[in-house]
């Protein structure tokens, strides 16, 4: 089983479109309105392993300000904006894909956040602290840039996505911080991080390929009767995708060196795609399917993009003779 998980963990760019290809033909033939019921269960399994398994500690660690203040200014300044500009630029008529868009772009960072790093051989424990930092702020944060950016457009209920967020988040990040706690009392560090440790992410990738499944299930008859539709939702994240991996590698190669510069471009292209998708689903219910199957399609731009940046970052950033 644990093999089957990790397979499955270790080739997204196959696991998630079988899992849109399987919510799109069962929503078709199904009545799949009853699988919301089932949004907070999976989100809960997709966040809760993610949180067990983060460092806390490295929070607290000094050093590298310059790259971490940089990765803020850019995951809550630049890049929102950026995906702002293109909700209006291609979505100027339809405000809850607008939604989607937008919280693609204002959630920064996850768990492949620290793994694409590793692959990269990027500074990790900068990364580890980057996603941490992001975590909290963009959970913090978003619901003000909702309600400011789209609130003219589309009713933002500021309590439900709170509340949304607490539930989703920060009992979560306690719960997982507790639970490592125990578990290092219990068996050690050095037996927690090599053979407990890696069999969190697995289970999270469940969470995310259920969530995956929900929202084409709830939206199949929209995509397949009017296929266009995942065409007219791919460019805008192809395009915002490609501008911020260019932005991000130019202000890495201009202010730090190869490991912080890695670290600086995977804290601030890999988005936080599992908890917009719990967002969208949670708090806008039916209304959010839209949003949903976006950041959905999102899941298969962001790692391909992420696969094909690892093959291309020893010439991008060379390591020095």
Do not use: C
């Not at 996603?131 to 950016?149: D, E, F, K, Q, R």
């Amino acid at each position: 089983m644990w093999r089957l998980l990790s397979w499955v963990q270790q080739n997204l760019t196959w696991s998630i479109p079988v899992a849109m290809l399987a919510g799109l033909l069962f929503g078709y033939g199904v009545n799949a309105g009853f699988l919301k019921s089932l949004i907070l269960p999976l989100t809960f399994l997709m966040v809760y392993p993610m949180m067990v398994t983060m460092n806390i500690k490295e929070l607290f660690k000094a050093g590298g300000t310059k790259v971490q203040i940089t990765a803020l200014l850019m995951n809550f300044i630049l890049i929102p904006a950026l995906g702002y500009g293109l909700g209006l630029l291609f979505f100027a008529d339809a405000p809850l894909i607008r939604l989607g868009l937008l919280l693609t772009s204002l959630l920064p960072t996850s768990g492949m956040t620290i793994s694409w790093t590793g692959f990269a051989k990027g500074n990790v424990p900068a990364a580890v602290k980057m996603t941490v930092i992001g975590l909290i702020m963009g959970s913090l944060l978003a619901p003000l840039y909702l309600s400011a950016l789209l609130g003219a457009v589309v009713q933002v209920p500021m309590q439900d996505v709170f509340v949304q967020i607490l539930v989703i988040v920060f009992v979560p990040l306690v719960l997982g911080y507790l639970t490592q706690k125990w578990l290092v009392g219990k068996y050690g560090m050095e037996h927690y991080n090599a053979k407990i440790k890696p069999k969190f992410p697995p289970i999270s990738t469940l969470g995310v390929l259920g969530i995956v499944f929900v929202s084409m299930a709830l939206k199949a008859h929209a995509i397949i009767d009017h296929p266009s539709v995942l065409l007219n939702y791919l460019i805008p994240l192809v395009l915002m995708y490609a501008i911020n991996f260019t932005l991000s590698t130019v202000i890495a190669k201009m202010m730090f060196n190869r490991g912080d510069g890695i670290a600086l471009v995977y804290g601030t292209v890999m988005r936080n795609l599992s908890i917009a998708l719990a967002i969208a689903l949670g708090v806008f219910g039916t209304r959010g399917a839209e949003a949903g199957l976006l950041i959905a399609l999102a899941y298969v731009v962001q790692v391909q993009a992420a696969a094909w940046y690892v093959k291309l970052s020893p010439k991008l950033f060379p390591t020095k003779a």
